[in-house]
């Protein structure tokens, strides 16, 4: 294994010495302008970025390390500092921390750990490099198009201007695919391939999915990620070794946050904020067509080893109207079951509102809690 | 009888040092937990065992289920207040609290993994445990792991490991995260109603990570985030044990206005908090951590931890009145102020106010 280890203690160089010792290619270098000079010689495995007290120094050393090139694993050594610290370090890009002193079997078994983490399998007969699949797949299938264009967005129901068309105009959405897959390969050390999806990939049979609105809550934007069982089994071994195999629709639950994340990041980054969002469930024949009327969306196919996963990703504008309690009326109808914020269901959705149960959620919710009324 | 000697058997190990000397108290020394159990069905004068360290959670549960009423204590603790710990003892113990836990599920197939994971932490726990009991069960290990993300880190993307949470954390928390997870998974399972438990999490996660904050400095912070996770973990199993009662309960409270706690108390003979507790106290929780349930909100009552508490009940009350736009009378000022920490107050508001989370339906 390629491994640089960036600190000028003596803990760093004791454990330099027995990683040399177990046969690794091992570079020590002390700060981060040696870590940048390593990084544009050679490609690296792993990191270990020491340091014995809580400074901005090792976290500006860990992002120039992931800057750029293949990402190397990231291992924080310290010798127990505060979890603040780790949790910044983390932040900044670290996997994983490791308190020193570490002895040589401890480490020789994490190595281990992250050897067979990031084993990456060959790719498989027939996958494609990175890059984009015909769309006249997509079109002779009736499905969304993941080419950027007029296929992409129905201008019959996109305003000029507004929300939906800022959203779908982005660079983030006309750059969505490549960002997710990289995000992808990053949380699952393989590389990923895109492919022309088939009528056989609509059969996804495991299914996730996650929705957010934006900060004025007029758009909606659903991430959902299919697979059939054998390749979320194929994920979940991959990162979990065998006993993980049941362990398929956590790991793509995951997979959706990430690539839920790395959209919502991107989009803040062109001023268009998405909040928080909530996993929601979808019916395995909903990943690619949702029940509900998304205006923009893209179906993407990833290929990852031996495992197929159907991406697909659409943006719409809200239907229903959202209303602050102080502003419900009677008669409405609630598009949605209305909770305590602590949890306790209050009203079921489809009740029409009547003067006693406003004055009620008036009195038990706070004045700017949104609630979904319907429109229709 | 609060005057009279009482009979407490100590757990320590044989070469420890001798249990501490406490007026009023006749100690009775033995090395491990069966014995203590084992001398508690000789002698029905015994009022408590204090033990050293944790005691795993299979000899906690035989000790409740056989010996209702006898305090649990950690032997640091000795002298101490033992009618306090006692009386939560018994309320929880032989009253409706214990009967609903029984009835909402303890020895089910969804939880056993987690009971397992709860019985590791609870038995002086080792990271080499915790990774082989995290391998043996990677699925019920990715449930508490997402949990636990979202309740420290207030999101879902992080992925450590189970050993990190607990080196990041320590027992208390984690075991709370567990308990949570192993509850969800017991209402999905048996399709529980009357509740999100998305809304559930995010407001106790928040909840959590404000006490973690404002326990901090007063060196409470790990158990008053394994408190405050837990506060309304009782309310499902109330739904779960008693579904009818529950939705009638939630029902009347939201149509008249009334606390569903009165209303718990008046259907059940007891509320979401001491079913909380007692469902910590079967799970080997320590008694500081279950009484901060059990009184969160009747901080005044407690004696023995008033300042851990206080903590709890000023988490709750403050992210109620920020959230839940509640009346500021649920915070109980006279309980913060007993316990020292009225000086506090202003800072806590405004780390509240600050929190940037964003509660919709």
């Known amino acids: 294994m390629r491994i640089l280890v960036v600190a000028a203690s003596t803990e760093a160089s004791a454990v330099a010495k027995g990683l040399r010792s177990g046969g690794h290619d091992v570079w020590m270098v002390e700060d981060e302008t040696g870590a940048r000079a390593v990084r544009a010689e050679r490609p690296v495995d792993l990191a270990i970025v020491a340091t014995s007290e809580v400074s901005d120094q090792p976290l500006s050393v860990i992002r120039t390390l992931l800057a750029s090139g293949r990402r190397p694993y990231v291992l924080l050594l310290h010798p127990s500092l505060p979890d603040e610290f780790i949790v910044r370090a983390l932040e900044a890009g670290a996997d994983a921390d490791l308190k020193s002193p570490v002895t040589s079997q401890y480490l020789a078994a994490r190595l281990g750990a992250v050897e067979r983490r990031s084993a990456l399998p060959p790719h498989a007969e027939g996958q494609r490099p990175l890059s984009l699949p015909p769309a006249d797949d997509h079109a002779r299938m009736g499905l969304p198009s993941r080419m950027p264009g007029a296929a992409r967005i129905s201008p019959s129901l996109i305003p000029g201007v507004g929300p939906l068309s800022g959203a779908a105009g982005s660079t983030t959405w006309s750059t969505a695919a490549e960002q997710m897959a990289d995000a992808a390969s990053r949380f699952l050390a393989l590389p990923v391939g895109w492919d022309s999806l088939t009528a056989s990939e609509s059969a996804s049979s495991v299914a996730v999915g996650i929705v957010l609105l934006d900060a004025q809550q007029h758009l909606e934007l659903r991430i959902a990620l299919g697979a059939d069982p054998p390749s979320a089994r194929a994920l979940a071994v991959h990162l979990f070794g065998a006993d993980g195999e049941d362990l398929g629709p956590d790991v793509m639950n995951e997979l959706a946050n990430i690539l839920m994340g790395t959209l919502k990041t991107s989009f803040a980054g062109e001023g268009l904020t998405f909040t928080s969002g909530l996993p929601i469930e979808i019916p395995a024949e909903e990943v690619l067509r949702p029940s509900a009327p998304y205006q923009v969306q893209e179906a993407l196919l990833f290929t990852l080893a031996e495992a197929r996963l159907v991406v697909h990703i659409a943006l719409r504008a809200r239907a229903n109207q959202l209303v602050v309690t102080s502003g419900l009326r009677e008669g409405m109808v609630l598009a949605k079951h209305v909770f305590h914020p602590r949890g306790m269901l209050l009203v079921d959705a489809g009740t029409r509102l009547s003067q006693h149960t406003v004055e009620r959620m008036m009195a038990t919710l706070p004045g700017q809690y949104r609630i979904e009324v319907s429109t229709a | ?361």
């Open chain 2, 1 to 361: 009888m609060p005057n009279e000697p009482q009979r407490v058997v100590f757990v320590l190990p044989a070469e420890g040092p001798p249990p501490p000397e406490a007026k009023g108290v006749i100690p009775q020394r033995v090395e491990r937990f069966d014995a203590a159990l084992s001398a508690l069905a000789g002698d029905s004068s015994i009022v408590a065992i204090a033990t050293h360290s944790s005691p795993a959670v299979s000899d906690v549960r035989a000790l409740r289920t056989r010996f209702p009423g006898v305090a649990l204590l950690a032997a640091g603790a000795v002298p101490l207040e033992f009618d306090e710990a006692r009386a939560i003892e018994q309320r929880l113990a032989v009253g409706p609290a214990a009967d609903l836990v029984r009835d909402g599920g303890f020895d089910e197939d969804v939880t056993r993994p987690y009971d397992e994971l709860l019985e590791l932490l609870g038995d002086g726990a080792e990271l080499l445990r915790l990774t082989a009991a995290a391998e043996r069960d990677p699925a019920a290990s990715l449930k508490v792991l997402q949990l636990f993300n979202w309740a420290f880190f207030g999101v879902s993307r992080r992925f450590l490991s189970l050993p990190q949470a607990f080196a990041l954390l320590g027992v208390e928390p984690l075991r709370s995260v567990v308990l949570t997870a192993r509850t969800f998974a017991l209402y999905e399972a048996k399709a529980g109603r009357g509740y999100s438990l998305d809304h559930v999490l995010s407001f106790s996660a928040r909840l959590a990570r404000l006490a973690r904050r404002f326990g901090g400095p007063h060196g409470h912070g790990s158990e008053a985030f394994a408190a405050a996770l837990l506060l309304d973990i009782g309310k499902l199993i109330i739904a779960l044990a008693r579904p009818t009662e529950s939705d009638r309960i939630l029902r009347a409270s939201f149509e008249l206005g009334t606390p569903a706690r009165t209303l718990e108390q008046e259907e059940l003979g007891t509320t979401h908090a001491e079913v909380g507790a007692r469902l910590l106290s079967m799970a080997g929780v320590p008694a500081p951590i279950v009484d901060a349930v059990a009184l969160h909100h009747v901080p005044r009552q407690a004696v023995r931890t008033r300042k851990l508490t206080a903590l709890v009940h000023a988490a709750d009350a403050i992210a109620s009145i920020t959230v839940c736009g509640d009346d500021p009378s649920v915070l109980d000022h006279e309980a913060i102020q007993q316990a020292g920490l009225a000086s506090e107050l202003a800072s806590w508001r405004a780390a509240a106010e600050q929190a940037d989370e964003h509660s919709t339906h």
